[in-house]
């Protein structure tokens, strides 16, 4: 019977770490494309490992505007971010703790506005946008996500109702400020929950594509999804060049990943990241 | 003193408002307004009653971008389900390396969709992909009308596969350790043990699986765009595809208006669905 079970368990393992090796077999390939000359590319089967490991792939991509992409990308991602964290804990903080006339109310449209699809306002914010003149800027990438998320709201108002409320009245008793009690009180013990909303958000806008892609086309602000899928089309079957795009644009969050398992972890099994 | 409370509290609220009702709200109302007129993407806007309605209603591309994406999400939904659960199954023992396993499952979820779709371009590229390598044979995975939706619905189950497992892992980890103990002694062991006491035990994250499941597939955009472009022969011409090209190669935003109320709609009602009926079979079980 135990010796049963213990093969059992043994050949699960197996079968557990075969799906895991076959699960990021399809990066790992295109990570060692991306490191291989076109000529070894041609000349061997696809899967061979790379001799001579090359860097000029992701040299030559990066002259073609990846590098500004990269830049675009992280500037966008970080503006986003900070503005979501912030606008999100004010506005949580407010349906949690401060009766106000029309809170419930105001919390169902917030909820509600959660289940509006993503392909839904793409054309008429690209109308709204294009009708301000502001396609093709900054502002176009960054403004619709700027002022915070309905889903974070969401998510930190259960996070605060946690939070007794004998704490902030004592606070307020002793003179604090709202926005004493928000930096001094709140944001410290909602530290885990924080964490979670940014590697949401730092993986959502890095990853995100079909706003930019028409919101933000031109060269200029081209993000670095927009930029991989143009040289995609651009470079027509020279892999070893295309696979230095997707690796660019894949390996950071893998970074991230890595050095904050536990952290991203946990987002995915609290909210289902996105 | 309470009014100056709600004041705050409605300063507080004032950014996100902007948001919400800027960039969530009045969106809605442009695309239906939108939606009854005619536009280029250039010229001026006209009032064209319910033309679009009408062509789109009755377009036959329409129609089959739906069916489409129908098809993907029966096929993606169940498989990345059942070998999410599977995985789960094997994972949720707190074994040695459980925690690089689950990295490794859960990675390709934390990549971009479009960059994984070009990555699944090369693997699945007739000459010089990675497949095609290894088979040692010469397949039109993509350009090929059968095996193209199979190809996209592949892409996406590996995506999907360690984050629904992901899911499972914490809700097997959920269940109190004392029942199933009390299972085993009454001979819940093994698939019994699955079948009888974690899977029903697990409805609720089920539910949560399946409709995020369902919602996300339904929405299908960049991986579609960097594999298939919707080829070949529309074959892959999933709806996000659909409005997209519509409203910005075929330069009518207005059809596409009409589009993305329609998607919104059956999406709504596919939410509402899946909420009834699990509602009734968990209450059921209780």
């Given at each position: 019977m135990s010796t049963e079970r213990s093969l059992r368990a043994v050949a699960a393992y197996l079968v557990l770490v075969a799906g895991a090796l076959v699960t990021v077999a399809p990066l790992v390939l295109s990570a060692l494309t991306a490191v291989k000359t076109p000529g070894q590319f041609a000349n061997e089967s696809s899967v061979a490992a790379p001799?001579?490991?090359?860097?000029d792939n992701f040299r030559a991509v990066l002259e073609q505007g990846l590098g500004r992409a990269v830049t675009v990308t992280a500037l966008m991602t970080v503006c986003i971010t900070a503005g979501q964290l912030v606008v999100s804990v004010m506005a949580a903080y407010a349906f949690a703790h401060i009766a106000f006339p029309g809170r419930e109310a105001l919390f169902w449209v917030y909820l509600g506005t959660m289940?509006?699809?993503s392909a839904v306002t793409l054309v008429p914010l690209y109308l709204m946008f294009a009708k301000l003149g502001w396609?093709?800027?900054f502002w176009a990438l960054v403004l619709p996500f700027l002022f915070g998320s309905p889903y974070a709201i969401f998510l930190l108002r259960q996070y605060f109702?946690?939070?007794?409320g004998e704490i902030i009245d004592a606070a307020r008793v002793d003179g604090a400020t709202t926005l004493d009690i928000l930096v001094g009180v709140v944001v410290p013990m909602s530290r885990p929950i924080l964490a979670t909303l940014t590697v949401i958000t730092v993986v959502s806008q890095w990853n995100s594509f079909m706003w930019p892609l028409v919101a933000a086309s031109g060269a200029?602000?081209?993000?670095l999804t927009v930029a991989t899928a143009n040289l995609q089309t651009q470079y027509n079957a020279q892999w070893t060049l295309i696979m230095a795009a997707t690796t660019l644009a894949i390996a950071p969050l893998v970074v991230v990943f890595v050095v904050f398992q536990r952290q991203v972890l946990r987002s995915i099994a609290v909210t289902g990241l996105k | 003193m309470d009014r100056r409370r709600a004041a705050v509290g409605y300063a507080l609220l004032l950014p996100s408002l902007v948001g919400v009702g800027c960039f969530l709200l009045l969106p809605i109302a442009v695309v239906l307004w939108l939606s009854v007129h005619s536009w280029n993407l250039l010229g001026p806007i006209e009032f064209s009653g319910w033309d679009n309605w009408r062509s789109v209603l009755t377009d036959r591309r329409f129609g089959h971008s739906i069916l489409v994406t129908l098809a993907l999400t029966a096929i993606v939904v169940p498989a990345q389900t059942a070998l999410g659960f599977a995985v789960a199954a094997m994972l949720a023992?707190?074994?040695?390396g459980s925690t690089v396993l689950r990295v490794m499952y859960a990675l390709p979820w934390m990549c971009a969709p479009v960059a994984v779709g070009v990555v699944w371009q090369w693997i699945f590229?007739?000459?010089?992909?990675a497949l095609n390598a290894l088979l040692g044979e010469r397949v039109e995975w993509l350009s090929s009308p059968a095996l193209a939706l199979p190809a996209v619905a592949a892409v996406l189950v590996w995506t999907n596969l360690g984050y629904v497992a992901l899911f499972f892992v914490a809700g097997i980890r959920a269940i109190p350790g004392e029942i199933l103990d009390a299972g085993a002694l009454d001979g819940a062991v093994g698939w019994r043990r699955i079948r009888w006491l974690i899977l029903p035990l697990l409805r609720p994250t089920m539910f949560f699986v399946l409709v995020t499941g369902v919602l996300t597939v339904f929405q299908t955009f960049d991986a579609v765009y960097a594999l298939?472009?919707?080829?070949?022969?529309?074959?892959?011409?999933?709806v996000g595809m659909r409005i997209y090209s519509e409203a910005?190669?075929?330069?009518h935003p207005g059809r596409a208006a009409v589009m993305a109320v329609v998607v919104f709609a059956v999406m709504f009602v596919i939410t509402l669905a899946q909420h009834r009926y699990f509602r009734e079979r968990v209450s059921h079980e209780y």
């Open positions: 001799h001579p490991v090359t860097l289940m509006v699809p396609l093709n800027t109702r946690a939070i007794p200029r602000w081209q993000v | 023992r707190r074994g040695r590229a007739p000459t010089g992909g298939t472009r919707g080829g070949p022969d529309h074959r892959t011409d999933v910005f190669e075929a330069a």
